[in-house]
């Protein structure tokens, strides 16, 4: 994933990267379900990172399906979720 492309371009990045996407994630435990729904899937998009976090609320939960990076063709990101049903 992202983080040894950020651990490249400075030590400890990499760690920021992973940090802040599980904050993103945990953010979902008050958030989940307000955010826009692209391809069938509800998607937050990260704060301080060109990701985006991919998930469906079942059963009053939020599960996160993908964490995709938003610089990939939008035709690809939609096949790869397509996948997931």
Same mark, same amino acid.
């Given at each position: 994933?992202?983080?040894?492309?950020? +651990?490249?371009?400075?030590?400890?990045?990499?760690?920021?990267?992973?940090?802040?996407?599980?904050?993103?994630? +945990?953010?979902?435990?008050?958030?989940?379900?307000?955010?826009?729904?692209?391809? +069938?899937?509800?998607?937050?998009?990260?704060?301080?990172?060109?990701?985006?976090?991919?998930?469906?609320?079942?059963?009053?939960?939020?599960?996160?399906?993908?964490?995709?990076?938003?610089?990939?063709?939008?035709?690809?990101?939609?096949?790869?979720?397509?996948?997931?049903?």
């Amino acid at each position: 994933m992202g983080e040894f492309f950020y +651990d490249r371009q400075e030590p400890g990045v990499g760690d920021y990267f992973y940090d802040s996407l599980f904050a993103e994630i +945990d953010s979902l435990l008050l958030y989940a379900g307000i955010h826009p729904i692209r391809f +069938d899937f509800h998607r937050l998009l990260a704060g301080r990172f060109p990701y985006a976090i991919y998930y469906r609320v079942i059963a009053g939960e939020a599960v996160v399906f993908r964490v995709l990076d938003c610089r990939q063709d939008p035709r690809w990101i939609r096949e790869i979720l397509a996948e997931q049903g």
